[in-house]
């Protein structure tokens, strides 16, 4: 005959049972929360990767503009190599000075913080390929929801430097969703010299000697994942 439980003990299982059911639900709830954190982690970074990549065509295709691949009859084509006009105050947004911007004098905020490189209008903004007829797919699968674009801010040279132009590029590309944003700038010489100069297909890796492997005189670049906060600040 089974040995009857006594109340006491019956209670005594019974908690011991919740107590496991308890253990058992936090544990899954604690590997289904690890797991969906994984996947947006994954999601988020495969956001990024698209975001820069397009960044990185934007900022070749500014320096293809700087290079001079617009028709050599083009007004924009003699004013990056040195001729007068097209960097006004502000930004151009005319059809041969769009996104030309002179380098704001402090303690005004420089065009690529003053200017809202993800508005919807673009203005000043050049769209990747507007002046060298580059093309980029977009919208769906793994395409960037709209096509990048750049900002050139002349730059003064250092005293004492070859005769040369200095441009400051700043490049805006976008994830699958427009939300994602990379912000990547470039600093480029072009010599006086009006030698068309060929664009790399993306910047150089992080630690890359400023200027090497760069036929069109890339100085230097870096990622701006502060951006949106440098922008706010800058309209405070």
């Known amino acids: 005959m ?11 299982v019974l908690v011991c049972a919740l107590l496991l059911m308890m ?14 954190g994984s996947m947006a982690a994954a999601r988020m970074e495969r956001e990024r990767t698209v975001a820069r990549a397009a960044a990185g065509m934007a ?8 290079g001079g691949t617009t028709a050599s009859s083009s007004p924009r084509t003699a004013w990056f190599a040195g001729g007068s006009g097209g960097f006004a ?23 690529w913080q003053a200017v809202d490189l993800a508005a919807e209008d ?26 990048p674009g750049y900002l050139i801010e002349k730059l003064a040279p250092p005293a004492g430097a070859p005769s040369q ?13 427009a939300t994602t944003q ?16 060929a664009a790399p297909t993306d910047p150089p890796a992080p630690g890359t000697p400023a200027g090497a492997g760069s036929p069109t005189g890339r100085i230097s670049w870096r990622d701006i994942p502060n951006w949106p906060e440098l922008h706010a600040r800058a309209h405070h």
Request: with cysteine.
């Open 2 to 12: 089974r040995p009857q439980l006594r109340p006491r003990e019956r209670g005594l």
């Open 23 to 36: 253990g058992a639900l936090i544990l899954g709830v604690s590997i289904a929360r690890t797991a969906f």
């Open 59 to 66: 900022l070749a295709d500014a320096e293809a503009d700087i």
């Open 89 to 111: 105050d502000g930004c151009g947004t005319g059809s041969q000075d769009l996104g030309l911007c002179l380098e704001a004098a402090a303690p005004l905020p420089p065009a």
């Open 122 to 147: 673009g203005t000043p903004v050049v769209p990747y390929g507007h002046f060298t007829g580059a093309v980029l797919a977009t919208g769906g699968g793994m395409l960037p929801a709209r096509l």
């Open 165 to 177: 132009s200095l441009f400051r590029i700043t490049a805006i590309g976008f994830g699958t969703r």
């Open 182 to 197: 990379v912000v990547l700038q470039a600093i480029v010489r072009r010599p006086a010299a009006t030698v068309p100069l």
